[in-house]
């Protein structure tokens, strides 16, 4: 079973949930300009979409979420309105991709190093330390450990 620290984890994070990289995450994020991370989150811009008014940048998921829950849907975080979405320049994600990241399950054992375009493929799919609920006994296992995890049958309620 898995100390508390993940359980924390899952109930902030859902397995497929992606973004919310932070500077620490990021090797040398002290150099990585401001203006490459959302101003909504903090964090890294995670598929960037941008204000056409103002050319704000913003993770999508920020932004689509501000825009539901915001008291007027047609306007962007820094009150542009009416609300357009703009495209990313390119050149962003390119630049983003430059960029080494420590996966996201680093503090339960990956040593993981990847690119802006491979992390979510890892994290998602391949990482060997992600977390899952068993759904047999409701504990939280590393994917690494299900071999040892026992398989017998949930006890009766």
């Given amino acids: 079973m898995i100390n508390s620290e993940a359980d924390n984890f899952l109930q902030s994070t859902s397995l497929s949930e ?39 940048l913003f993770c999508q998921k920020c932004l689509y979420t501000w825009l539901e829950n915001s008291y007027s849907r047609d306007r962007c975080p820094f009150q542009c309105e009416p609300f357009e979405e703009g495209r990313c320049p390119p050149y962003i994600n390119s630049l ?23 992390l979510e493929q890892h994290e998602n799919m391949e990482c060997k330390y992600r977390i899952q609920r068993c759904s047999r006994c409701e504990q939280l296992i590393l994917l690494s450990e299900v071999d040892k995890h026992p398989t017998f049958p949930r006890p009766f309620q």
């Fill in 18 to 56: 992606e973004g919310d990289i932070d500077r620490d995450r990021i090797i040398d994020g002290h150099l990585v300009p401001d203006e490459y991370f959302c101003p909504v989150c903090q964090c890294l811009l995670w598929k960037p979409c941008s204000c056409a008014s103002c050319r704000h």
């Fill in 96 to 118: 983003l991709d430059r960029l080494n990241i420590h996966c996201r399950n680093v503090s339960f054992g990956c040593r993981e190093v990847l690119s802006y375009s491979s």
